[in-house]
């Protein structure tokens, strides 16, 4: 017998479980409480097999794409023309906006020997093995101690990393940079600091950060493009720390002279975030945050995209340092956090829950697909979309903003401080 079924906020008890064949063809166990459930939900669950993609070999043998693969990658060295150049999938591909990808520069090397990486770090298709046995048990939600929290490589700190390393993109961001560039800093900044960036493989994404400029919605592929003025520009950063945890944020910048609707895209965005994060307390459902982040994107004519959502962040104690690989802890687990209105999510927060919080609202309709890279979420309408995160903490009365600025306890909209 199952432990729950695939679809999110379902409790219906698992008796013949349902497993999705796709899934199952992959190596992966998805399963469902029945083919009602199978079917009505279906639309939403086949989104993980774009995931799956990325893992096959173009060529049809049966092994695992390269990363990235031949017609996208170019050297640093070489011409300006060649590196702006569109990737080969994008030739023919119909684009809903204005952006166009570049090439991406060759994979950026783990240098600090003092880095500890995580189990998809050098797996060949980016595989968490640890992931799919949590998604496999119970998946409950964590509740952390004051032993996890504090003390060096801890949880405060791989938040206060992440929060380092994008101020580090952050400030090299403006009119004529590259988001390569942007990727190069942050690689950097993380190998400084002992962490390991951690979309760096996962589930083969070939660069340490995202870049996602105008009507990208996540998961943006940093690459030789060169960021323009009147760009909006997220920048989500992931570090791993050698204690074992992720601090997961990100923000959206604005880059030269933004018009009037990609500025109230982007403030509402963080008054989202900032309405969403005010509710968090013990006893509030998690389901309940949409319906405020849809009060105050439909406020100010925006959508919020119902495919992604924010999600826990796990450490597992059977995490040994003296060895370079953690085979424990997870980049993304329980609780799902989704950010639309009258949502099914599961859960009640508790004390020493930690998860992320990160809407994303476009100025158009909320509907997304995906470029050909298998990666790139647009918005379908090709309007622009801005997003803002954090990783919290719930207290006792309350929460804590792990990944905050120094001396910054709330979230206070300054748009002098995302100005580029």
């Known amino acids: 017998m199952a432990s729950s079924c695939a679809t999110p906020g ?3 008890p698992v008796i013949k479980p349902l497993a999705c064949p796709i899934c199952t063809q992959h190596g992966l166990r998805y399963v469902f409480c029945g083919q009602q459930c199978f079917k009505e939900n279906y639309a939403q669950h086949k989104k993980i097999h774009t995931l799956m993609k990325q ?5 049809g043998g049966g092994g695992h794409r390269r990363t990235p693969p031949d017609g996208i ?8 023309e060649v590196k702006t150049s569109l990737p080969t999938w994008a030739r023919s591909y119909n684009f809903t906006g204005d952006l166009r990808p570049a090439l991406l520069s060759p994979r950026r090397p783990v240098t600090n020997s ?3 990486t995580p189990d998809y770090a050098t797996h060949p298709g980016g595989v968490s093995d640890s992931e799919q046995r949590d998604r496999a048990s119970n998946n409950n939600i964590r509740v952390y101690g004051a032993d996890e929290l504090e003390g060096e490589c801890n949880l405060r700190y791989a938040c206060a990393m992440g929060r380092e390393v994008l101020d580090e993109g952050g400030r090299a ?4 940079v590259t988001t390569d560039e942007i990727d190069r800093v942050v690689h950097e900044a993380c190998m400084e600091r002992d962490c390991y960036p951690s979309p760096l493989n996962y589930y083969n994404f070939p660069k340490s950060v995202c870049t996602s400029v105008n009507e990208i919605i996540c998961h943006g592929i940093p690459d030789y493009r060169e960021v323009q003025d009147g760009d909006i520009v ?5 570090t791993y720390s050698r204690g074992g945890y992720h601090g997961d944020l990100n923000e959206t910048f604005f880059v030269g002279n933004v018009d009037a609707d990609g500025r109230r895209v982007v403030q509402t965005a963080f008054e989202c975030l900032q309405s969403a994060l005010a509710m968090v307390k013990p006893g509030t459902l998690y389901r309940d945050l949409g319906s405020t982040i849809h009060r105050v994107a439909v406020a100010n004519k925006c959508s919020v995209v119902r495919t992604y959502c924010g999600h826990g962040i796990v450490y597992h104690s059977n995490l040994h340092l003296r060895t370079s690989v953690n085979k424990g802890s997870l980049f993304h687990t329980a609780p799902n956090v989704p950010h639309y209105h009258k949502n099914k999510a599961k859960g009640v927060m508790k004390e020493g829950h ?4 990160e809407p994303m609202i476009n100025l158009g309709s909320y509907e997304d697909t995906t470029w050909g ?9 090709g309007k622009r979309s801005a997003q803002f995160e954090h990783t919290v903490l719930v207290t006792k009365d309350g929460c804590e903003i792990l990944t905050a600025r120094k001396n910054e306890p709330v979230m206070k909209w300054d748009p002098d401080l995302l100005q580029r």
């Open 114 to 116: 003092r880095v500890l």
């Open 73 to 80: 990658t170019c050297p640093l060295d070489s011409p300006r």
């Open 354 to 357: 930690v998860f992320t919080v």
């Open 10 to 12: 379902c409790t219906n």
């Open 234 to 238: 997220n920048i989500d950063v992931t």
């Open 173 to 176: 961001l403006r009119v004529g």
């Open 373 to 381: 890279d298998n990666w790139t979420a647009v918005t379908r309408d």
């Open 55 to 59: 893992m096959a070999d173009p060529a």
